[in-house]
């Protein structure tokens, strides 16, 4: 006989359910109102739901800026209406009184928006949310002149703002948009400036301009300085058809009114005139010639299969130690076969042997930083990025405006100091004192 199995009797209580506390949500006539109406949209809403969102979008905005037109109107009628009880305007009609309703379709992200405007008798009424002359309302106009900065052509820009936000708009228009930021260029081209600045970089690009029936070459030339901390900002950019020692001094001149005391040491990249300049308004400047773009200048026209070896051969100039023994490379290299094949690339160091001269005086932690004009450069090769869509400019304006939209995109990361500079500072408080430390105070 099989053993009994013992089994546990069955447990007849019921388990216990979490029960789920449901919180009273506080709502608000205004958000019952909007439930609402947002139910009645899917309800009877007909096309896509971007399509229904948008129009719900357009309704609302509709109703809330008319009514928000209406109270500034009244506002407007209550601050100007005589208040003595002799004369009450609504009684005599020798106040100012509301005049009816003018249409107005504003450009919005969400489609045309046509608006009830209120008038008043005296034409006084200028309203605050939508101004007189605005023709958009929302995030439009700054798209353009996001899309703009950003080399974008106008055709383009009118391309991608009908097939976003189904609004067609002209060339002007887009013109008008972007001339906007002409008064923001103005301030930032007349701000002030540092005191000092240990290192100015000067560089310049090429653009085309339209000048009546003719075009003409311009060069847009863009100042670079590093502040006593590191940090790095754009002086300004300068246009010119020729550049010389009266232009320059013109930029030096313009720098020190903006409140530049003293240049340390200003590179170039063998732009004209520049040394007379620096002597004239800022003589203790020293004039550093760019020592890459030495190197690129006098092996441009040599064969691709000798500038490997040339580039080597020139080392020992600007690496050497000081002075002298730089002047012996240099005549250790005209004497090489490499220098009797091309004797033009001596005779453009010697050229410009004074502008090279004071990199030898300084040490390598200072060589590191005014070697080459590669900040500016970058900041060049940003702005040609830009402009490249932009073959010819029709005024001078619309170039300084679309370049000072690419300097504001291309220096927005400018926020630190190059890693190089921690180990120059010292090395600039030791050589130059009291012109150094003088501006750390």
């Not at 359910?17 to 439930?35: A, F, G, M, Y």
């Not at 930029?251 to 005139?273: C, H, Y």
Request: proline share 5%; aromatic share 8%.
């Amino acid at each position: 006989m099989e053993p009994l199995t013992r089994v546990s009797p069955m447990n007849t209580t019921k388990p216990k359910t979490k029960r789920t506390v449901r919180r009273k949500t506080d709502t608000s006539p205004l958000d019952e109102s909007i439930n609402q109406y947002v139910d009645s949209i899917l309800a009877n809403g007909q096309g896509s739901p971007q399509e229904v969102f948008s129009a719900a979008v357009r309704n609302f905005s509709k109703r809330l800026i008319e009514a928000m037109l209406q109270g500034e109107m009244q506002a407007h009628l209550n601050g100007i209406r005589p208040t003595t009880d002799e004369s009450p305007a609504e009684e005599e009609g020798a106040g100012n009184k509301r005049n009816g309703l003018t249409k107005k379709t504003l450009k919005t992200e969400f489609g045309p928006l046509t608006l009830d405007i209120p008038r008043d008798r005296n034409s006084s009424f200028d309203p605050v949310v939508v101004p007189k002359h605005c023709r958009s309302f929302g995030k439009i106009d700054e798209q353009i002149i996001t899309m703009y900065s950003r080399g974008m052509s106008t055709r383009d820009i009118q391309a991608f703002v009908e097939n976003l936000y189904g609004v067609n708009i002209s060339p002007d228009y887009v013109s008008a948009v972007t001339d906007r930021v002409l008064e923001e260029m103005h301030e930032w081209t007349s701000r002030s400036l540092e005191s000092v600045y240990p290192v100015a970089f000067f560089d310049a690009l090429r653009v085309k301009i339209r000048s009546g029936a003719a075009v003409k070459n311009m060069a847009v030339h863009l100042a670079v300085g590093v502040r006593v901390d590191g940090t790095r900002e754009v002086l300004g950019m300068w246009l010119a058809e020729n550049e010389g020692a009266a232009f320059w001094a013109g930029v030096f001149n313009e720098l020190k009114n903006r409140g530049v005391e003293d240049i340390l040491i200003a590179v170039t990249d063998g732009l004209k005139g520049m040394t007379e300049a620096l002597e004239t308004v800022f003589p203790q400047a020293l004039h550093q010639t760019c020592i890459v773009h030495l190197i690129r200048s006098s092996t441009a026209f040599i064969s691709h299969k000798d500038r490997a070896v040339v580039c080597k051969a020139l080392k020992p100039i600007y690496q050497a130690v000081d002075e002298r023994t730089a002047q012996q490379a240099l005549e250790a290299f005209e004497q090489s076969a490499m220098g009797r094949k091309y004797p033009a690339i001596a005779q453009a160091w010697r050229r410009v042997w004074a502008q090279v001269v004071p990199f030898f005086q300084f040490p390598p932690e200072i060589r590191a930083l005014i070697y080459t004009t590669n900040c500016i450069e970058g900041l060049n090769r940003g702005i040609r990025k830009v402009i490249k869509t932009r073959s010819l400019f029709p005024n001078e304006e619309a170039a300084q405006k679309l370049i000072y939209l690419a300097i504001k995109n291309s220096t927005a990361t400018w926020k630190r100091a190059s890693p190089k500079w921690s180990a120059a500072m010292p090395q600039f408080a030791l050589l130059f004192g009291e012109r150094f430390t003088g501006a750390l105070a």
